[in-house]
């Protein structure tokens, strides 16, 4: 009963996938040639700071203690969150300086307190006075003994997210894997708790990079902090050459060569856009990372980023805010601005802030019921072309009710018992002669011969040819005609009288 149920079932299921996609569109979605949104919530500023403590041995005169702190910018960029834990890919060049920040210190120490003048830069430097400009030198790395400084050096960096309102203090994060080169990836983990339970949004990585020569791009990053006055900025690029970038990147091109797009994107990266995010246009996933500058940007591939998180233990994935959001991007785009709402809405309850997500609820609350939105014209019932959805579900739950019916009947119909079978009459076997009557003993004897069963409750059989005065008397065991006076079969010794 249950398999014919559920064979029952599986046929009005058929039918109604059949029939419904006649009456509502697909779903499933490409995501339109260049689309940004799934990766501009994952974007980040990312700051880095050396701070330096540092005491100068002062025993020119009387044995002075001098100590001072200073706070170095190393480096400034855009990251992209990867995993909602907070792991962030960047470059080296953003957090880690080739710069000796003691060497900046030390400058910085001396000018203040002897009253000199020494540039405050990464230089080392050498004054006229002799005394003073021993001092300096054994003020500068490496430590000695007779070094005059004492100077201890440890890294902040900061990461931004964009979020609204800005968050001013932004979230702690340490370095997890630099990389062995300024533009090698390099790899943080946030530190700090993020905004909400569910943790950071997260951009998809791409499989490999585009082959062919000008495949458009787009390129997201920060020029600044991320704020009301500062937006995260985006723009189209196309790849150079094709083949895999390496270490050393690939190159930007114009196909149309109208814009000399390795300067334009170097400009960029010089104001803060190094480490961005460069998104393919097929399905808006990272395809790399922008590195270089001046007049000369080029991009390092998905396959150097992934390289970098295998060696730093981390593994990129996609949380709960990335699939809530995705579902209410793809109805977005695909104008079900009535449904896109409460999706956007409730992205922006697992993550309070979400600067993208917000601008596409306010512009979904603007467009829903209107003439575009897809989601308003199958809500009405339609008075054209179009057929309603009510008959196909009315037809699906007939046949699933007509089905059910059937597999019943069958049922019972296969549960009503069948006639009794007459018994076939018994095989009669060839008499043997009667015994002698004058035997003193009878004498039982057993054959493995085949027999014919005679059902217990019939103890004689009567041949249906003898005339009724004279009934012919078989044995109920084996079969074997008995005479009148047998008390005992001649041929297996069964009584004939039990």
């Known amino acids: 009963m249950a398999r014919l149920t559920a064979l029952a079932g599986g046929a009005a299921l058929a039918l109604a996938m059949a029939v419904l996609p006649a009456a509502l569109p697909a779903m499933a979605h490409d995501h339109p040639s260049g689309i940004t949104d ?119 960096i900061t990461v931004f997210p964009n979020v609204s309102p800005a968050d001013p203090k932004g979230l702690k994060a340490d370095l997890v894997k630099a990389g062995p080169r300024p533009d090698s990836p390099a790899v943080l983990m946030t530190s700090s708790r993020v905004v909400g339970s569910v943790g950071l949004p997260t951009a998809p990585l791409a499989d490999k990079v585009p082959e062919a020569q000008g495949s458009p791009v787009g390129v997201a990053g920060f020029l600044g902090r991320p704020g009301a006055d500062v937006p995260y900025t985006v723009e189209i690029a196309h790849l150079g050459r094709g083949g895999g970038t390496g270490e050393t990147g690939r190159p930007f091109l114009d196909p149309d060569k109208k814009v000399d797009e390795p300067v334009k994107l170097g400009g960029l990266a010089d104001r803060g856009m190094r480490g961005a995010p460069v998104i393919g246009d097929k399905d808006g996933h990272v395809i790399g990372i922008l590195i270089g500058g001046g007049k000369d940007a080029r991009m390092i591939g998905v396959r150097e ?137 009878t004498v039982v004897v057993r054959r493995s011969q085949p027999f014919a069963v005679i059902p217990q409750q019939k103890q004689v059989l009567t041949a249906p040819d003898s005339p009724p005065e004279s009934p012919v008397v078989y044995c109920t065991a084996c079969g074997m005609r008995l005479g009148p006076a047998h008390r005992f079969c001649g041929y297996c010794g069964h009584p004939s009288e039990t």
Request: proline share 9%; aromatic share 6%.
């Open 38 to 156: 799934l990766v501009t919530p994952a974007v980040v500023r990312v700051e880095a700071t050396a701070h330096v403590d540092i005491t100068l041995l002062d025993h020119i005169g009387d044995l002075v203690h001098v100590e001072r702190s200073y706070d170095v910018p190393i480096g400034a960029g855009t990251g992209t969150v990867v995993s909602p834990e907070g792991a962030i890919v960047t470059l080296t060049r953003t957090v880690k300086s080739e710069q000796d920040v003691a060497v900046y210190a030390a400058n910085k120490i001396f000018a203040e307190h002897h009253d000199v003048k020494i540039p405050a830069d990464f230089e080392r430097h050498s004054l006229k006075d002799d005394v003073l400009d021993r001092h300096l030198k054994q003020c500068y790395p490496p430590l000695s003994s007779r070094a005059t400084c004492i100077i201890d050096v440890t890294t902040d």
């Open 305 to 441: 980023v992934t390289g970098a998180l295998t060696k730093a233990g981390v593994a990129p994935r996609r949380g709960a805010i990335d699939a809530a959001f995705e579902a209410a991007l793809t109805r977005y785009h695909t104008k079900y601005f009535t449904e896109a709402a409460p999706g956007f809405q409730r992205v922006l309850e697992l993550y309070p802030g979400n600067v993208v997500a917000a601008a596409l609820l306010k512009e979904s609350l603007a467009r829903r019921g209107g003439p575009e939105d897809l989601g308003a014209r199958r809500a009405v019932a339609p008075s054209g072309g179009s057929m309603p959805l009510w008959p196909f579900i009315v037809a699906a739950g007939v046949l699933f009710v007509v089905a059910a019916l059937g597999a019943i009947l069958l049922w019972r119909r296969g549960r009503t018992p069948e006639p009794e079978q007459e018994l076939p009459p018994p095989v009669a076997t060839q008499p043997s002669p009667p015994p002698d009557e004058g035997a003193s003993q």
